[in-house]
């Protein structure tokens, strides 16, 4: 679409236009839009005006920007964040929120191979999404997670910002409702390589915390793997007791 | 999108699980000879070793002097069955046991007053058991309950009951649930040695405190479980509601 001269500003109708690919999917939730260079450029207006356009959209929560990465679209808000969880064993790390960081270390392609395949039900041959991120609080790394991702059930990933956005967000954009899954929590040791990411020594107890992620139809659509160094492992969980 | 290709080891250790999975490899039963296995998936004998010797080290394989590589045995404990060792011992294929090491009465500490709602000072029962799992010893518990709520424990069969059956049936509470809190700790000397041990071993430390129906606190249990005989498992449910409210 081209803006018109001497209609409505330039702003308003850039912000418009922007909203309305937001709301057709055109700029679909979790990437990020084009930059404020390339918009200027290609509505023939000036950076200043793509800044006012967007600056209402990023009040709105429509957009979310991140320093020196860019602008991205943010999505409905998934209800069904780990916080959200019902049943299974709660970790204490929640609450630690505030000064919580998650640094992505591998977010690639990969055929399922012979034992994601049995765990997410599909083919070795399928593609699946593997993630690998550490999370940090107050700059010391507490956690490394591994993910496996069913790739056809989520085929948007690759474009999703998962620094800015929850893996329960991107399901929910993809209309999957995360439903249920088991959880089964051992202590482990890593080898050398994988210990060091957590400042730990091969052979130094960690807590391994696994579950298989279910949709609403019991098919699994992830399987994460994460495990925890020992000082900061700990879960709780309250037992309903059976008065037979 | 990157294309992540697993390294050599990666993948061995990645056909070995999903052997275990699709051979439905049961707890003790031993893998086919290494030979067998490098020769099924080509490759060399180097890199089978380095994926056995991971999951050795992790604990889901042990090697067996003479006679292979074999499918750790271990307890699964739920919530569902973290009212009774026994029962949870039968379902995961073991034959319990349990040692009662010492019941006696003794002052309620200054911690123990915040959980079980008593004043420091006042009497408990404290119940010392040690958990074996076909002969092994797995499980050390401590469980301090409030002695003027439970006249005669001591005389209660302990060995052959669950206390949570005694405390229903003898006492006739109704409990209603228990909070229940595990991390990763190192066993003491005296840990260790109940659960044959070195000291300085890692464990998992479960700390239970159960309440009845009318939210008086009955019990609190801290029981240290060896890392190589226990897991832990747990349902997972998100909430279900348009709002996401809970």
Redesign the interface.
Known sequence: MKLKRGHSPLYLQLRNEIRRKIETGEYPPGTAIPSEKQLAEHYGVHRLSVRIALDALLREGLLKSSQGKGVYVCGPKAQRNPQTILSGFRHGLEEHEKDAESRLLVKAERSAGPYYAKLLQINPEDSIWYIRRIDSIGGQAVALEDIYITASKLPELPDIDLQMFSLYDAFYWSGIHVSQGTQVLRITCLDAATARLLGLKAKQPVMQESYLIQDEAGEPVAFSRCCIRAEKAEYSIKCAIRNA | ??????RPRE?AL??L???I??HNLQPGEALPPERDLCQAWGINRTTLRSAIS?ME???RLFAVQGSGTRLMH?LQRS?EN??SFAKAAFSSGFRPDTRILSIKKTACSAFLSRYLRKESGETLYEICRLRLLDEAPALADAAYLPADLLPGLEDCDLQNRSL?QIL?ENYHF???????????THVTEEEGALLELPAGS???QIVTV?EDTDGTPIEYCRTIGR?DKL???????????E??R?
Do not use: C, N
């Open positions: 999108m990157d294309h992540f290709t697993p993948i990645e056909r699980q999903a052997y999975l699709e991971r080290a992790s604990g271990r919530p973290l009212s949570f229903k109704q409990l209603r649930q228990s909070t229940v809190k595990i991390s990763l890692a464990a998992f159960t890392a897991e832990l498992t747990a349902p997972l449910y998100w909430a279900d509601t709002d996401g809970i």
